[in-house]
């Protein structure tokens, strides 16, 4: 999401501009901590909380209790199984469980429990796959997916419930801001839930049940203070491919919940 490619002859011109600053934002950045830059989800404990996320974009799920253990249940394999450190899971300081670039697969039920295997918080989670994600512009005329009605045993409404419209990704000047939305079915007398999450690896294949995005073009003012109080993150160097026109970049801390200003 947040990968570009960029001719040499303008790389080396921007690293040149700015390679004065990398230092002053190198050291500052060593007093700034990194978890501004991932979703991080939180529950009132001792409660169950159920969310609807979009893959591939990093999350940490708060527990906050010293020495707590995690467990995670499958939707998709009907097991339960306790979660160590991995390459798809890590255990932060207070038991907060990051997930680094979360597939489809790991949704199911995260279980916090103290060391009497007590619950602290749990989180049911909907990893919904960001490669079927269907894109609208919304001064385009183009329209989000309408509600559709399913048999599934009985009638479910499939239907996408939105985040809030999020910042304006540039000011002064015409920008352009995004809202997300997320499956979710509802029977006619029961509460909904997010589409996977309701059909516990049950094997049904709709065009209907994907996550949404929708654009919309925005000029806001420029507010001084937010403008110039932004966090700051270590840059790395690296060598020119002397062999090709063009270089890969992949900003770090691009994520979909949220705008990139600039």
Same mark, same amino acid.
């Given at each position: %999401?947040?990968?570009?490619?960029?001719?040499?002859?303008?790389?080396?011109?921007?690293?040149?501009?700015?390679?004065?600053?990398?230092?002053?934002?190198?050291?500052?950045?060593?007093?700034?901590? %990194?978890?501004?830059?991932? =979703?991080?989800?939180?529950?009132?404990?001792?409660?169950? !909380?159920?969310?609807?996320?979009?893959?591939?974009?990093?999350?940490?799920?708060? *527990?906050?209790?010293? $020495?707590?253990?995690?467990?995670?249940?499958?939707?998709?394999?009907?097991?339960?199984?306790?979660? &160590?450190?991995?390459?798809?899971? $890590?255990?932060?300081?207070?038991?907060?469980?990051?997930?680094?670039?979360?597939?489809?697969?790991?949704?199911?039920?995260?279980? !916090?429990?103290?060391?009497?295997?007590?619950?602290?918080?749990?989180?049911?989670?909907?990893?919904?796959?960001?490669? $079927?994600?269907?894109?609208?512009?919304?001064?385009?005329?183009? =329209?989000?997916?309408?509600?559709?009605?399913? &048999?599934?045993?009985?009638?479910?409404?499939?239907?996408?419930?939105?985040?809030?419209?999020?910042?304006?990704?540039? *000011?002064?000047?015409?920008?352009?801001?995004?809202?997300?939305?997320?499956?979710?079915?509802?029977?006619?007398?029961? =509460?909904? %839930?997010? *589409?996977?999450?309701?059909?516990?690896?049950?094997?049904?294949?709709?065009?209907?049940?994907?996550?949404?995005?929708?654009?919309?073009?925005?000029?806001?003012?420029?507010?001084?203070?937010?403008?110039?109080?932004?966090?700051?993150?270590?840059?790395?160097?690296?060598?020119?491919? =002397?062999?090709?026109?063009?270089?890969?970049?992949?900003?770090?801390?691009?994520?979909?919940?949220?705008?990139?200003?600039?």
């Amino acid at each position: %999401m947040g990968d570009v490619t960029v001719p040499k002859k303008v790389l080396k011109f921007l690293l040149y501009s700015y390679s004065a600053m990398l230092a002053t934002l190198w050291l500052a950045s060593l007093f700034f901590p %990194m978890l501004w830059a991932q =979703k991080v989800i939180n529950c009132p404990y001792k409660n169950v !909380c159920q969310f609807a996320l979009l893959s591939g974009n990093d999350v940490i799920l708060e *527990c906050n209790h010293h $020495k707590a253990l995690w467990y995670f249940y499958s939707s998709l394999e009907d097991k339960m199984s306790l979660l &160590n450190f991995t390459s798809s899971v $890590k255990i932060l300081p207070g038991s907060n469980l990051q997930l680094p670039n979360p597939q489809p697969s790991q949704t199911g039920l995260y279980r !916090c429990l103290d060391g009497h295997m007590a619950r602290v918080v749990e989180y049911e989670i909907d990893f919904q796959d960001i490669a $079927k994600l269907h894109i609208t512009h919304k001064d385009l005329g183009q =329209k989000p997916m309408g509600n559709k009605t399913m &048999n599934l045993g009985g009638e479910v409404l499939v239907f996408t419930r939105w985040d809030p419209w999020q910042e304006c990704n540039r *000011c002064e000047k015409p920008g352009e801001r995004k809202r997300l939305g997320y499956c979710y079915m509802e029977e006619p007398l029961g =509460k909904p %839930m997010p *589409c996977w999450l309701y059909l516990r690896g049950e094997k049904v294949t709709h065009d209907r049940l994907r996550p949404e995005l929708q654009l919309q073009a925005c000029q806001v003012p420029c507010i001084i203070a937010t403008e110039i109080n932004q966090p700051y993150f270590v840059f790395d160097t690296h060598q020119l491919d =002397k062999n090709t026109n063009h270089v890969w970049l992949s900003c770090p801390l691009a994520s979909i919940y949220r705008s990139l200003h600039y």
